[in-house]
Nanobody, 125 residues
């Protein structure tokens, strides 16, 4: 079992930056791939970023590519999402997710077994 807790959300203006952090506890987190998803009101949960268990595979949704950076520190059991040049359309609840699969790139919510409770990001225009 893995427990995930997100932090770092908040209210910012368009063009500003935020850094989200996901802290993991439980089983050895180094064995888990991780992703960030987001869900805006009235919309489905959508993929934002993925990082493999060893950090060698990274993928981003087209909507965030070039602005968001995912990283992990396995010594600290954390997954971070650096978000730059934020836009109002980035407003959503952001969720951290993890799964023990060690192959492929996982971009769908159903591919993940563990989820955090989410953190709100609001970008004003």
């Amino acid at each position: 079992q893995v427990q995930l807790v997100e932090s770092g959300g908040g209210l910012v203006q368009a063009g500003e930056s935020l850094r989200l952090s996901c802290s993991a506890s439980g089983r050895t987190f180094t064995n888990y791939a991780a992703g960030w998803f987001r869900q805006a009101p009235g919309k489905e949960r959508e993929f934002a970023a993925f990082i493999s268990w060893n950090g060698r595979r990274i993928d981003y949704a087209d909507s965030v590519k070039g602005r968001f950076t995912i990283s992990r520190d396995n010594a600290k059991n954390t997954i971070d999402l650096q978000m730059n040049s934020l836009k109002p359309e980035d407003t959503a609840v952001y969720y951290c997710a993890a799964d023990s699969r060690r192959w492929g790139t996982m971009t769908r919510p159903e591919q993940y077994d563990y989820w955090g409770q989410g953190t709100q990001v609001t970008v004003s225009s």
